[in-house]
């Protein structure tokens, strides 16, 4: 069992920046791609980034390439979500996954899930 714990979360006016961390106390992601969703009031859950531990490679949904990034830290054993321009769409909660398959898009291709952490963009 991995447990993912994320932080990071909050209240930013709209054009504002937050960023959110993911860790897996004592655990290495070595050899999982790391996945981002989010989850609006009402919307199903839906896949924001993700990135390959091995060799980096990243991934973005189309409405949030150019304002988030997704990176990590092999020391801290952390993987981050940078998220600029901050839109009152992209409010929503905001879960930390990790799993082991070739595809990353789905809920499915993800065997465990962090707790979420609440973000809330103003307008």
């Known amino acids: 069992q991995v447990q993912l714990v994320e932080s990071g979360g909050g209240l930013v006016q709209a054009g504002g920046s937050l960023r959110l961390s993911c860790a897996a106390p004592?655990?290495?992601?070595?050899?999982?791609?790391m996945g981002w969703f989010r989850q609006a009031p009402g919307k199903e859950r839906e896949f924001v980034a993700a990135?390959?531990?091995?060799?980096?490679?990243?991934y973005y949904a189309d409405f949030v390439k150019g304002r988030f990034t997704v990176s990590r830290d092999n020391a801290k054993n952390t993987v981050y979500l940078q998220m600029n321009s901050l839109k009152p769409e992209d409010t929503a909660i905001y879960y930390c996954?990790?799993?082991?398959?070739?595809?990353?898009?789905?809920?499915?291709?993800?065997?465990?899930w962090g707790q979420g952490t609440q973000v809330t963009v103003s307008s």
């Open positions: 996954t990790a799993g082991s398959s070739a595809s990353y898009t789905r809920t499915t291709d993800y065997n465990y």
């Open positions: 004592g655990r290495t992601f070595s050899t999982y791609v």
């Open positions: 990135l390959y531990w091995t060799d980096t490679r990243t």
